[in-house]
């Protein structure tokens, strides 16, 4: 585990399963906006972050997924009552191109990205809307995972909600929503679902989410 400061350029927000409508805790949003915008920010705590899969990463899991719709495909044909399903396609050369067509444009949106944000989107906003570098513990080990948890219950760092175990799980939940979407019927737009914290700002000050007096002008 590392401590490292990002550009908010480089950092990918966890995908919204209704990205149109991003929701945030205005009260949580207002205190740190506050104490960045008044020279306090060294006593948030950092973000935690994984680094975002490489070209290569996602390569290994299409094929990985490519292989979970063929022997799908294999156990339908066996079954003379069977019919193939696979995120709402309905046959194996569909579901292929789907899955090809989604990793594809999950590697574009994440090209020029360094890092996944696992845990602390109100800390990157506000640090990304008063012009700060978003302070990062990155988590290289599976044990780093455990030393958050543990930091957390020492109240070290906030409360860490996540359930996985390893990094490479981390990275596959984040992942999750912009390859599968919201459930299997859904046909997701990826470039809508990765967001950098500039980007989610602005969605943020179009659907007038943010506290009043951020709205009203008053950034001073």
Known sequence: MKETYLEPSKLIMPPERDEENPEINQGVFGVYHR???????NVIPPVITIKSSSNEDLDNKLKIKIGEIEEYARKINSDPRGHFRYN??????????????QFKAL???????????IDGRHRSLTATLTGNKIYSLELERDEDIKEVRRMASKGILPEFYREEETISGLADAF??????????YTNPQTYKTILTPEEFL???FRNE??????LNGDLE
């Open 202 to 204: 602005q969605l943020l």
């Open 35 to 41: 104490l960045f915008r008044n020279g306090n920010g």
């Open 107 to 117: 590697k574009d949106a994440i090209s020029d990205k360094s890092h996944y944000l």
């Open 209 to 214: 989410e943010l506290p009043d007096y951020i």
């Open 88 to 101: 709402g396609r309905t046959n194996p050369t569909s579901a292929i191109g789907f899955m090809e067509d």
């Open 175 to 184: 992942e999750e929503i912009p390859i599968f979407g919201t459930n299997e």
